[in-house]
């Protein structure tokens, strides 16, 4: 097959998946980029803001510990990170969430501290990393004009065993959750990706969900691991201008 022909079956694929997604409902709450609403943008950003947090403390799970996820799609995926392990894990559980989902596909929108009952949003200029409890809500890039907002929650935040989890809000159109496991692995680090999801339908669980799932696994693996190399490579710069 010729590189012609494979361009155009890719994309083939690619427009056959977008239209699948917006035909089934992939996820929950379409979001409407550049659809020309001036009253959104003119909204007090107070009240906009007490608006989403009485919104997030309503946040429910999908699951919890003792759900049985018989009957639920299972995915996985390895990475591996030239970093020690403890390296990576403070990476990934001190990033800022601006920094982990930035774009294209996965861009943070707003967060919700139990703890400190307060809302953060992309134009705060704090915005805490994740901590056991705290909600977020992510827009995800589906096609050009398209958006949709999905939240979860950190529901295992575990330095001893090193694993992160975060469980799909039940508003969702898929349940079920996400568990990242980092393992030492010499000076590198192995970072296995769990996923368990189900939704009401099964084409969309099998041919759809999985696909654009792991693009959006990438994506924010591929944050995280330019964040550890820019900040190794500045650590080497700075010790070597210690040492002149």
Not at 81 to 89: F, P, S, Y
Not at 212 to 221: A, K, N, T
Request: glycine content about 4%; charged content about 25%; hydrophobic content about 35%.
């Amino acid at each position: 097959m010729s590189n012609k022909h494979k361009d155009i079956m890719k994309t083939l694929k690619n427009t056959t998946m977008i239209i699948a997604i917006l035909l089934t409902g992939l996820f929950a709450n379409p979001v409407f980029a550049n659809n020309g609403n001036g009253d959104l943008e003119k909204e007090n950003p107070i009240q906009k803001k007490r608006e989403k947090l009485k919104q997030l403390r309503k946040f429910k799970r999908s699951i919890n510990k003792k759900s049985n996820l018989t009957g639920f799609s299972y995915h996985q995926k390895m990475y591996v990170v030239n970093a020690d392990v403890e390296t990576v894990w403070n990476a990934y559980t001190q990033a800022k969430p601006t920094d982990v989902w930035k774009g294209p596909l996965n861009t943070f929108k707003n967060s919700y501290s139990k703890e400190e009952d307060t809302v953060y949003d992309v134009n705060d200029s704090v915005i805490p990393s994740i901590e056991m409890g705290m909600v977020f809500e992510l827009n995800l890039r589906i096609a050009k004009l398209m958006d949709v907002a999905v939240a979860f929650q950190i529901t295992e935040l575990d330095s001893v065993n090193k694993i992160i989890e975060f469980t799909y809000g039940k508003d969702n159109k898929s349940h079920g959750r996400q568990r990242i496991v980092f393992t030492k692995d010499g000076n590198q680090t192995i970072i296995s990706h769990y996923s368990n999801f189900k939704s009401s339908s099964k084409f969309r669980d099998k041919h759809l969900y999985p696909l654009f799932h792991e693009r959006c696994m990438d994506e924010f693996h591929a944050n995280m691991n330019t964040s550890i190399s820019n900040e190794q490579a500045e650590q080497a710069a700075d010790l070597l201008t210690s040492l002149k």
